[in-house]
């Protein structure tokens, strides 16, 4: 997204007057939905020095899906479903204000626009993604304060505490995704369970359990950065609906 900007800022420096009427991005730019394939593996899922839900660390095989590189936009949002409930304003912010419910709903008419089958990922892939090949508690190591490569409570960056940031204003992770740590919590489809025991062991949604409430990952701009590790584990009811909580979405291949 920044590239896009920066380019197109050199190149209204450059062609000045067609900019004028130039300046907006075609609509299919700035809601076409980014997708990446993730590569299948095998990953040791949780934490045994973490909170007890992150217990046992269990190893989890993972068949390859696409995921969106950067969490789901406000502009992708308001070209499906007519309505922006976001807070922070902005076409290139993360959505933002979402429920579980309604986010079943956009994928729903986001699916019947397109012909195309996009949903929720599972935990275990959202972990697996997170992680992207590495074992510390975030994807670039062990420290996130003050470092500036995400945005949370403690982040270090100039959105910390105060707002959400454009999707893609950090580095990504090895695998080539953005924000999977902080700027807003995602939802993923599973529901709710206290530990590991008996999880799946094949990267699927978790679909029994405590499913009046929803697992979310990886922290908000406005959460401790502790709560952005790719072990840690977050939950609240499906209707529950915040200027923290967003989405990501994925497919199979
Ligand atoms: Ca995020």
Same mark, same amino acid.
């Given at each position: 997204?920044?590239?896009?900007?920066?380019?197109?800022?050199?190149?209204?420096?450059?062609?000045?007057?067609?900019?004028?009427?130039?300046?907006?991005?075609?609509?299919?730019?700035?809601?076409?939905?980014?997708?990446?394939?993730?590569?299948?593996?095998?990953?040791?899922?949780?934490?045994?020095?973490?909170?007890?839900?992150?217990?046992?660390?269990?190893?989890?095989?993972?068949?390859?899906?696409?995921?969106?590189?950067?969490?789901?936009?406000?502009?992708?949002? #308001?070209?499906?479903? =007519? @309505?922006?409930?976001?807070?922070?304003?902005? *076409?290139?912010? $993360?959505?933002?204000?979402?429920?579980? +419910?309604?986010?079943?709903?956009?994928?729903?008419?986001?699916?019947?626009?397109?012909?195309?089958?996009?949903?929720?990922?599972?935990?275990?892939?959202?972990?697996?993604?997170?992680?992207?090949?590495?074992?510390?508690?975030?994807?670039?190591?062990?420290?996130?304060?003050?470092?500036?490569?995400?945005?949370?409570?403690?982040?270090?960056? #100039?959105?910390?505490? =105060? @707002?959400?940031?454009?999707?893609?204003?950090? *580095?990504?992770? $090895?695998?080539?995704?953005?924000?999977? +740590?902080?700027?807003?919590?995602?939802?993923?489809?599973?529901?709710?369970?206290?530990?590991?025991?008996?999880?799946?062991?094949?990267?699927?949604?978790?679909?029994?359990?405590?499913?009046?409430?929803?697992?979310?990952?990886?922290?908000?701009?406005?959460?401790?950065?502790?709560?952005?590790?790719?072990?840690?584990?977050?939950?609240?009811?499906?209707?529950?609906?915040?200027?923290?909580?967003?989405?990501?979405?994925?497919?199979?291949?």
């Amino acid at each position: 997204m920044k590239k896009t900007s920066i380019l197109l800022g050199l190149l209204c420096s450059f062609l000045l007057s067609p900019c004028l009427v130039g300046a907006e991005e075609p609509a299919t730019q700035k809601t076409a939905i980014e997708m990446i394939t993730i590569p299948s593996g095998s990953f040791k899922m949780g934490n045994n020095k973490g909170y007890g839900d992150e217990k046992p660390v269990h190893q989890v095989s993972v068949p390859s899906f696409k995921i969106s590189i950067y969490e789901v936009t406000q502009a992708q949002w #308001q070209s499906v479903m =007519k @309505t922006n409930p976001s807070k922070f304003k902005g *076409e290139n912010l $993360p959505v933002e204000g979402v429920n579980w +419910h309604s986010v079943q709903d956009f994928i729903q008419k986001l699916n019947t626009q397109t012909g195309q089958k996009f949903r929720l990922l599972s935990e275990a892939e959202w972990e697996y993604a997170a992680r992207s090949g590495t074992t510390t508690r975030y994807s670039w190591g062990r420290n996130a304060i003050d470092e500036s490569r995400s945005n949370c409570k403690d982040c270090g960056s #100039q959105w910390d505490r =105060k @707002t959400t940031a454009p999707v893609g204003s950090f *580095e990504a992770n $090895p695998f080539g995704v953005y924000d999977m +740590h902080g700027n807003v919590w995602e939802w993923v489809q599973d529901c709710w369970n206290s530990d590991y025991d008996d999880a799946p062991n094949d990267g699927r949604v978790w679909a029994t359990g405590d499913c009046e409430r929803r697992v979310l990952r990886g922290g908000s701009w406005a959460s401790k950065s502790s709560t952005m590790s790719s072990s840690f584990r977050n939950k609240f009811s499906p209707l529950t609906r915040g200027s923290y909580i967003g989405i990501r979405l994925a497919q199979d291949l």
